[in-house]
């Protein structure tokens, strides 16, 4: 796992905590705050993700 896909886990994490926080004092800004903070963290896994694809195709490219 590298830096971006952590980041993106714990940024989905955080947006859960809001969103759920939002709901539960009835708080809509702070839910919709909630939900952008996780759709941002799935992009930066998702960056993660290619990043880590990337490294493994080269690295294995390069072996031979």
């Given at each position: 796992m590298n830096d971006?896909?952590?980041?993106?886990s714990l940024e989905?994490?955080?947006g859960e905590a809001k969103k759920q926080f939002g709901k539960?004092?009835?708080?809509?800004?702070?839910?919709?705050?909630g939900r952008l903070d996780k759709g941002k963290?799935?992009?930066?896994?998702?960056a993660g993700?290619?990043?880590e694809d990337f490294s493994r195709a080269y690295n294995n490219n390069s072996r031979d």
């Open positions: 971006e896909q952590t980041k993106g989905q994490l955080k539960l004092t009835d708080n809509e800004s702070m839910e919709a705050e963290g799935k992009l930066h896994e998702k993700d290619v990043k």
